[in-house]
């Protein structure tokens, strides 16, 4: 009875993990967990107590379907300051980041239309392209250059099908953080062959070298970039379902054509923490990022002192993903480590086919659980 396109589309591979995980744990197994992308910190306090003193204030009905006008402001402000992103609160739709991505591939994107993405890159985004009957076309990125996306191999993908490109700086799941010179060489290449890109920033404030650089910041892409973030990773968030989707006035107003059928908007008091985590004190975030440059570090430290494994140095994001030299499937190498090392992993074909040979950690978790997590990582594989 479940539709034909909901039969062809794969469960969430980091979602699945983090399920069996979580029945594994409820059995009495103590498994470290490096599965999933959510930081193990608590929303700060300042954050917290907007959100109770709006519900305390009754702040508990339905909102403009594009989101309370002071949190559009806060966003279209820090967006125009910090990434210098050419935008107004009109420009600005408020919704949960993951809701955002597939608003944008049902509105822009047709049977049959072609879409460009690296590879590897997130799990979801070939779902979305799918649910939509579009076509993903994967443009492959080597470990050598630290999975930076060779704009040449984007121009030769494209056909007269080809719809939009995809981008996620830095990304999930190798950390990369795309060079403002490549990103302006791929501004160039959708502007000649009149492409929309979509441009996931979700990570943006969490760069350990080099410099976030917006794709609708650069000259000519405002029109044409649909830009998502939120405030899941860089807030500790994630449970809260807020971020934003940023577009011309014509774009912005088609995706919320959909969010009014869908959500009708998102949830009103997070909104109302929301303004306070983007114009509140910024510290609890600072800090938050440097804890995940040393954890980032001791993570490449035990990688090293793993025969079977290399790792580059992802500037970015919040997840390492090393190549490894055992002669298996990424899966069920996956599926080792889970089931006799008890450490779960997220396999490197999750991410598309390039990630075979490779499987994603995220460091978003304490030191003592990366120590011990990589231990059992390194005794697995030497048994094997």
């Known amino acids: 009875m479940v539709s034909k396109r909901l039969q062809e589309i794969p469960a969430s591979g ?12 409820a ?24 959100c109770c003193e709006a519900l305390q204030d009754g702040f508990t009905h339905y909102t403009p379907s594009m989101g309370i006008p002071e949190l559009r402001q806060a966003v279209a402000d820090m967006e125009r300051t910090v990434d ?22 049902l509105a822009f994107i047709d049977p049959g239309d072609e879409v460009i993405l690296p590879d590897p890159s997130w799990v979801s985004y070939e779902a979305c392209i799918r649910l939509c009957g579009g076509v993903p ?37 190798t950390g990369c953080v795309i060079p403002g010179d490549v990103l302006r060489q791929i501004a160039d290449i959708a502007i000649a062959h009149d492409i ?55 774009n912005i107003k088609a995706i ?7 959500i009708s908007c998102a949830v009103s008091f997070a909104q109302k923490a929301a303004v306070e985590a983007i114009r509140g004190p910024q510290g609890a975030k600072d800090d938050m990022v440097r804890e995940f440059r040393k954890r980032r570090d001791l993570a490449l430290d035990l990688i090293a002192e793993i025969p079977q494994l290399e790792c580059n140095v992802p500037k970015g994001a919040f997840y390492v993903f090393p190549r490894y030299s055992v002669d298996m ?19 490197g074909t999750a991410f598309g086919p390039g990630g075979e040979g490779f499987f994603r950690v995220s460091y978003a978790t304490s030191e003592d659980q990366i120590r011990e997590g990589f231990d059992r990582i390194r005794k697995t594989l030497s048994g094997l």
């Open 14 to 25: 980091t979602i699945a993990i983090s399920n069996l995980v979580s029945q594994m744990r």
């Open 27 to 50: 059995d009495g197994v103590d498994v470290v967990s490096f599965s999933m992308g959510e930081p193990d910190f608590t929303t700060p306090a300042n954050i917290i107590d907007s």
């Open 84 to 105: 210098n992103v050419p935008c107004q609160a009109s420009n600005v739709l408020v919704t949960p980041t993951k809701q955002a991505i597939f608003m944008i591939a």
């Open 137 to 173: 076309v994967y443009v492959p990125t080597r470990f050598e250059d630290e999975f930076v996306v060779d704009p040449a191999l984007i121009e030769a993908a494209i056909t007269p099908r080809t719809r939009m490109i995809i981008l996620n700086t830095p990304s999930n799941p």
């Open 196 to 250: 929309l890109v979509m441009s996931d920033e979700i990570y943006e404030s969490i760069i350990y070298e080099g410099k976030h650089v917006s794709m609708a910041s650069l000259p000519g892409m405002f029109d044409r970039t649909l830009l998502v973030s939120g405030l899941s990773k860089t807030y500790a968030m994630t449970g809260w379902r807020l971020g934003w989707a940023i577009a011309s006035e014509e």
């Open 256 to 262: 919320n054509k959909l969010q009014s059928h869908s």
């Open 329 to 347: 499937p990424s899966a069920k190498l996956a599926e080792i480590l889970l089931k006799e090392g008890h450490v779960a992993v997220t396999p």
